[in-house]
């Protein structure tokens, strides 16, 4: 089965994705170290907002981001110092989403007697090392299960993650699922990166074709080694630049299902995307590219480091323009389109991949209902 391009381009199909799709599926919504200390967040979910932050245990937790008095949207998106005070009247919710402090409480006796009763509503949520995710669905898999074998990378990834190093959030003119399928494949690389991604010195001259990992039912992956002489040039900076936890020669891109991809250079750094399909033909990426911790580092490798990063944040949002500016391309397309796409063997097997996963969860999801 494929997606077809009425799935791209039509409003009432946008929004029926929203509802079954985006509701049942365990849907990426940011880093656990992002939520140390008194913060929360602002995050959309597909069409419902949400509004994240850890519990007194330190476990994440979301929330309907609505004031249980008289509706307001507690916070806008993205990260908020401190406790969570609607604007509108000033009830502040402690931790656990409960209203613990109201103006002029004489005048609701009822929600002073009883707090709990009218705590922000709230959805699954559970952390897989630092990666939080959140299930709008009261129903669904554990989030273990969903994952499949991307659990154990999602921990293994997760190990001495220092922070974030470099944030962008920008909007793609496409349908989320022509900016994920863009991600899914290396096709495209010498037609729309001839002068960026073709002349990366650790992969441009990789001799070995990507290997492809497509077991999981919803997700796939993808490694591809990097060449001997970059690998060797880099092993002989190490004794200035230190050890990292996870240090691996290849270059490995995970899409987790529906929209957040992680990759990563021999895991000194790690690049986490999460797309948001903020209306039919736009999209909203938020990228984080988040550093790990080096040990034994001489402070000339640490500067090495600081200018590997550097450059690998230009370098990011160079390849992202480009990328851009082509998924502009296939919306404009996709709006006149009249048959499916032709998917070639092998080097787009990732892509194949994904519409099975797309129609298989959209025929079998029923309309999400809240909690
Ligand atoms: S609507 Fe939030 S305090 Fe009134
Ligand atoms: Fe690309």
């Known amino acids: 089965m494929m997606i077809l391009p009425v799935h791209y381009r039509d409003p009432a199909h946008h929004a029926h994705e929203q509802q079954t799709l985006f509701h049942g599926s365990w849907i990426f919504v940011g880093m656990l170290f992002e939520f140390r200390g008194l913060v ?7 069409d419902t907002e949400l509004l994240i932050q850890c519990d007194k245990e330190g476990r994440p937790r979301a929330y309907l981001n609505v004031c249980s008095h008289r509706h307001a949207q507690l916070c806008t998106p993205g ?12 009830w502040v919710y402690d931790r656990e989403g409960v209203p613990v402090g109201i103006p002029q409480r004489q005048a609701f ?11 922000l509503n709230q959805f699954a949520c559970e952390a897989v090392g630092e990666f939080i995710f959140v299930r709008l669905s ?11 074998s991307q659990y154990d990378f999602l921990v293994r990834a997760s190990q001495g993650l220092s922070g974030v190093q470099d944030e962008f959030r920008e909007e793609v003119a496409a349908n989320w699922k022509v900016v994920i399928e863009n991600s899914l494949e290396g096709y495209h690389v010498p037609a729309v990166h001839s002068g960026t991604l073709m002349q990366v010195d650790g992969m441009g001259r990789a001799e070995t074709a990507p290997q492809f990992f497509l077991e999981d039912r919803l997700h ?6 990097a060449d001997a002489e970059w690998v060797n ?33 021999m895991g000194y ?27 034994n ?3 000339a490798g640490a500067k090495m480091m600081e200018h590997i990063y550097a450059d690998g944040h230009a370098f990011t949002r160079r390849v992202f323009a480009e990328d851009g500016g082509i998924c502009r391309k296939v919306q404009a397309g996709l709006q006149c389109a009249v048959r499916p796409a032709v998917l070639g063997e092998g080097i787009e097997d990732r892509v194949r991949h994904f519409h099975q996963a797309y129609t298989e969860t959209l025929g079998s999801a029923v309309p999400g209902s809240r909690q």
Not at 109 to 119: D, I
Not at 270 to 288: G, K, L, N
């Open 40 to 46: 929360h967040a602002g995050v959309r979910l597909g």
């Open 79 to 90: 990260m908020h110092d401190g406790a969570v005070r609607c604007p509108y009247h000033g």
């Open 109 to 119: 006796p009822a929600v002073v007697a009883a707090p709990e009763a009218h705590r």
């Open 138 to 148: 009261a129903e669904g898999l554990a989030l273990r299960d969903y994952l499949g």
């Open 220 to 225: 796939s992956h993808l490694e591809h080694a």
């Open 233 to 265: 040039r880099f092993a002989r900076m190490e004794s200035k630049i230190g050890q990292w936890p996870w240090r691996f020669e290849h270059y490995t891109h995970h899409f987790i299902f529906p929209n957040l991809t992680v990759t990563s250079f």
């Open 269 to 295: 750094s790690f690049h986490i995307q999460r797309f948001e399909p903020t209306a039919v033909d736009r999209t909203t990426v938020h990228s984080r590219t988040v550093g790990v911790e080096f040990a």
């Open 297 to 299: 580092a001489t402070a």
